[in-house]
């Protein structure tokens, strides 16, 4: 099974910058800074830099995802690991820098997992810094899905991103990384929002599903307008989102809220009633 980094690196023939970064981190990402990793036996600053940030990076995601010999870990239990590995398995900036940045893996993590809704049985971790800025996080705000807040969450790091980019002085350079960001972002939140509506036998669904439509089209069309009015569009794009995030969380994500909340507690006197027959 270790042959596995030998055999990737060998697949990854050619001469240019990317192949060779790719060939560097499948032939090493198993190496450990205190050398007794694999293939080689590297150890400290002679495993290439690519290697040792994947190494964390591949350690938390394999952590983190269920496998078939194995329940995922919980992300704090994964943080935990890699903060006891550091100067072991790992390059110990590299671990702190992760941990260091947590909050902003814990958005890319809880935008792409897959999982149960609601009252999930998972071990989240305390987002103590919520996002605060030109766009704040307050709990009114939530809706009391955890992985949707949390991405609602990472939404507002988006837009507060832009805003500091305007006012800095520096829209021309991030403007177009961050439509990119809203266009990914829009695409994963709005699966995952309309999946709970799924699940959970949502009667408005399609009107629902409508607004995020419209949402994805009105930023495509900023994308246009941008090219030809930068400076005026940015900051209508900014107003733009401010306005779409409170308006839907607080009026239309709270009736997705509301009905999930009574659905649950349906499903729960259900079982309890089973419970006492049984």
Not at 84 to 102: E, L, M, N, T, V
Request: hydrophobic share 35%.
């Amino acid at each position: 099974m270790k042959r596995h980094t030998i055999i990737g690196a060998k697949l990854l023939k050619g001469r240019e910058e990317t192949f060779s970064a790719a060939r560097a981190i499948a032939l090493t990402h198993h190496e450990r800074w205190d050398g007794s990793g694999y293939p080689g036996g590297l150890k400290g600053d002679n495993i290439p830099l690519l290697g040792r940030i994947c190494a964390v990076a591949d350690v938390f995601d394999a952590l983190t995802s269920e496998r078939p010999y194995k329940t995922a870990w919980t992300p704090q239990q994964a943080f935990n690991f890699i903060k006891d590995q550091r100067g072991k398995q790992f390059d110990p900036y590299i671990a702190d820098a992760f941990i260091s940045c947590k909050n902003t893996i814990m958005g890319i993590y809880m935008m792409y997992r897959n999982g149960q809704y609601g009252d999930m049985q998972y071990d989240y971790l305390n987002m103590d810094d919520n996002p605060q800025g030109w766009l704040s996080w307050n709990n009114s705000l939530s809706i009391g899905i955890k992985h949707i807040d949390m991405q609602h969450k990472y939404l507002i790091t988006i837009i507060n991103k832009l805003y500091d980019a305007v006012e800095s002085g520096n829209e021309a350079n991030i403007v177009i990384p961050i439509i990119n960001q809203l266009f990914e972002y829009g695409n994963i939140h709005f699966k995952s929002e309309e999946q709970v509506m799924r699940d959970y036998n949502y009667p408005a669904i399609e009107s629902h599903r409508i607004l995020h439509e419209d949402f994805i089209n009105k930023v495509k069309s900023y994308r246009q307008l941008i090219t030809e009015f930068p400076l005026v569009a940015i900051r209508d794009l900014l107003i733009f989102l401010r306005e779409w995030f409170s308006r839907h969380t607080e009026k239309e994500d709270s009736k997705i809220a509301k009905y999930v909340s009574m659905a649950s507690e349906e499903v729960q006197a259900e079982i309890g009633a089973q419970r006492k027959a049984g």
